[in-house]
């Protein structure tokens, strides 16, 4: 089987969830830095409410090393939808055994399959839980921008958010 070809079932198996959209993205084209993780220790509600988020994600450093062990990434937009945490483990576990083994999904905003999350390891929901994106320091705003996806300040109630998640694949 081609590379081409397994890289068609992970497509698929992101097209079987729905997003409203998604793109292949070079994992050197994902931007990390420090600011983001900062924003997300002094500026959500949610910072050590659980295992997911800082500080017990990985910092932006880690972040960037794992992304260089990669050869290709999903940037999946859901539009003003986020996914659940058990569709984007269904998705890494389709793509994991369409023979990509080193398959990871980052999700997007804080873990709820705990309420309240008990902050003991080892988390309840390993097969499940997925830091997200902005916890691990990764630029959500550039990277979308990068893939040619919509991204902006949400500045009121009435503004449409957007929720991006990302797909590791080898």
């Not at 081409?4 to 997003?19: H, K, N, Q, T, V």
């Not at 630029?139 to 958010?161: I, K, Q």
Request: glycine share 8%; with cysteine.
């Amino acid at each position: 089987m081609s590379e081409r070809s397994d890289l068609r079932a992970a497509e698929e198996a992101i097209r079987r969830r729905r997003p409203e959209d998604f793109a292949s993205v070079d994992p050197g084209d994902v931007v990390t830095a420090r600011w983001v993780r900062m924003k997300c220790t002094y500026g959500c509600g949610g910072y050590g409410g659980c295992l997911t988020c800082p500080p017990h994600s990985p910092t932006p450093s880690e972040t960037r090393e794992m992304l260089d062990e990669y050869e290709t990434a999903y940037l999946i937009w859901w539009g003003d939808s986020p996914p659940g945490r058990s569709v984007l483990a269904e998705i890494e576990r389709d793509v994991f055994l369409a023979g990509h083994y080193k398959a990871f999904t980052f999700a997007t905003g804080p873990c709820r399959l705990c309420d309240p999350c008990p902050l003991e390891p080892p988390c309840r929901h390993p097969h499940q839980a997925r830091p997200s994106m902005e916890a691990c320091g990764i630029d959500v705003y550039s990277t979308a921008h990068r893939a040619g996806f919509p991204l902006r300040v949400v500045t009121s109630h009435e503004d449409t958010p957007n929720f991006y998640s990302l797909l590791l694949v080898d």
